[in-house]
């Protein structure tokens, strides 16, 4: 079965750091593109980062460009999100997601994991 | 990169048909045939209703359809039942190679 699960939210003050990890079971990283999607408290959907099968190609939103770091640890199938300089505006739900290359399916998503970022 | 347009509410009654639209531009949904939906029930996770603009994946009821006119997509959902009662959002890759949502439509069932 394949399943998602995020950890490392917490509590961070504004400018503060926090990592996030998504553990990947029933499948391997390398064959498929693997997304972080954030939803603030009461708002929609908002796309954070992806990374490819490979590794090679990474991508961001521009609202995190330069902040946030994508990356993966294939011998613990994991994907980390590293998130600096936190503003208020990142508190969300962040979830991972999984999509086959090639095809806009995110599915499955994780549980989510939920990053407040306050004074 | 600007949020896809959807309408914020629609409803109907138990055994009707819905329609949600979602617009962007010729950068996202006009150029890629990656529209997907995904429906979400309060305090859950996103789950996958139509990808590639029309395919459902296994599980999801062939009450829900998908498709694509120029910069619009759209969600169907037919045979209204009390569990449909959801957010539903869309979502279609861009030019920038990044990946855009709709503002999320709230269906009620009525």
């Known amino acids: 079965e394949v399943q998602l699960v995020e950890s490392g939210g917490g509590l961070v003050q504004p400018g503060g750091s926090l990592r996030l990890s998504c553990a990947a079971s029933?499948?391997?990283?390398?064959?498929?593109?693997m997304s972080w999607v954030r939803q603030a408290p009461g708002k929609g959907l908002e796309w954070v980062s992806g990374?490819?099968?490979?590794?090679?190609?990474?991508f961001y939103a521009d609202s995190v460009k330069g902040r946030f770091t994508i990356s993966r640890d294939i011998s613990k199938n994991t994907v980390y999100l590293q998130m600096s300089s936190l503003r208020v505006e990142d508190t969300a739900i962040y979830y991972c997601?999984?999509?086959?290359?090639?095809?806009?399916?995110?599915?499955?998503w994780g549980q989510g994991t939920l990053v407040t970022v306050s004074s | 990169q600007s949020a896809l347009t959807q309408p914020a509410s629609v409803s109907g009654s138990p055994g009707q048909s819905i329609t949600i639209s979602c617009t962007g531009t010729?950068?996202?949904?006009?150029?890629?045939?990656?529209v997907s939906w995904y429906q979400q029930h309060p305090g859950k996770a996103p789950k996958l209703m139509i990808y590639d603009v029309s395919n459902r994946p296994s599980g999801v009821s062939n009450r829900f359809s998908g498709s694509k006119s120029g910069n619009t997509a759209s969600l169907t959902i037919s045979g209204l039942q009390a569990e449909d009662e959801a957010d539903y959002y869309c979502?279609?890759?861009?030019?920038?190679?990044?990946?855009?949502f709709g503002g999320g439509t709230k269906l009620t069932v009525l």
């Open positions: 997601a999984k999509r086959s290359g090639g095809s806009g399916n995110f599915d499955p």
């Open positions: 010729s950068s996202d949904i006009g150029a890629y045939n990656y």
């Open positions: 979502n279609s890759y861009t030019s920038s190679s990044t990946w855009v």
């Open positions: 990374i490819s099968g490979g590794g090679g190609d990474i």
């Open positions: 029933g499948f391997t990283l390398t064959d498929y593109v």
